[in-house]
């Protein structure tokens, strides 16, 4: 029974470039969400994704920041012309419903670096 | 909008000392509350939840009641251990504010000496 996996662990870019992270929820859940969270901070919601729809993406950025949950494969949070200020772990949580009894299984979260 | 208040910290108690880690919150609707626990270069994992008034939820020893009077969740632990040193979370769910998201405090730091 694998958790949820998220790749890369850690991942260095400079700034200009592209960041991909990437989120295989655990199997039979449909639920995804991510979460940024800065040093010393709590978590952030960023986006709500089911396969193929978003469904509130109230707290991503306007700009340089997507996310896509497809039919097939994992979910991608994609942070384009990154900045020093992208620096953060990024985590990934899925559930199998939308109940606010369920809790998010969490993924141990990408650690992006920004030079 | 909801939010989530948690006692600010670090905290640093030793070997056996009681704990307790106060979370106070505002909700729309009528949430469902957690306390999630994290440990260095980990994500979040579950500790306990509650899901409606006066419920108490507990797991290794820990334990939080979910009071709607005072809009609180209040996590404790009558002996704490070195092993339980990590960052804790009070969270809160609400469908009201939408969708399935979770609203997280802070977090608190807790070491524990031996």
């Known amino acids: 029974n694998a958790g949820v996996m998220q790749n890369p662990r850690h991942l260095v870019r400079r700034r200009g470039q592209e960041a991909r992270l990437r989120c295989s929820p655990m199997?039979?859940?449909?639920?995804v969400y991510w979460y940024r969270q800065l040093p010393e901070e709590g978590l952030k919601f960023m986006v709500y994704?089911?396969?193929?729809?978003?469904?509130?993406e109230s707290g991503m950025p306007k700009e340089r920041f997507s996310a896509e949950f497809p039919k097939e494969g994992p979910s991608i949070l994609r942070i384009q012309q990154v900045v020093r200020g992208d620096s953060a772990a990024y985590f990934c949580?899925?559930?199998?419903?939308?109940?606010?009894?369920?809790?998010?299984?969490f993924g141990d979260g990408t650690r992006l670096s920004i030079l | 909008g909801n939010s989530v208040t948690q006692m600010e910290g670090p905290v640093t108690l030793s070997e056996e000392a009681f704990l307790t880690i106060n979370c106070t919150y505002t909700?729309?609707?009528?949430?469902?509350l957690f306390w999630y626990v994290q440990y260095p270069g980990e994500g979040l994992q579950l500790l306990l939840k509650?899901?409606?008034?006066?419920d108490k939820g507990s797991n290794k020893g820990f334990e939080a009641t979910y009071r709607k009077e005072t809009t609180s969740f209040h996590l404790e632990k009558g002996s704490v251990q070195v092993s339980d040193s990590a960052v804790y979370f009070c969270?809160?769910?609400?469908?009201?504010?939408?969708?399935?998201?979770?609203?997280f405090g802070d977090g608190t730091t807790l070491t524990v000496k031996p």
């Open positions: 199997k039979g859940h449909s639920h």
């Open positions: 949580a899925s559930s199998p419903d939308r109940g606010t009894g369920q809790p998010q299984h």
């Open positions: 994704l089911q396969k193929e729809n978003i469904i509130d």
């Open positions: 969270a809160l769910s609400d469908l009201a504010e939408g969708a399935g998201k979770s609203t």
């Open positions: 509650a899901t409606k008034a006066d």
């Open positions: 909700a729309t609707g009528y949430p469902s």
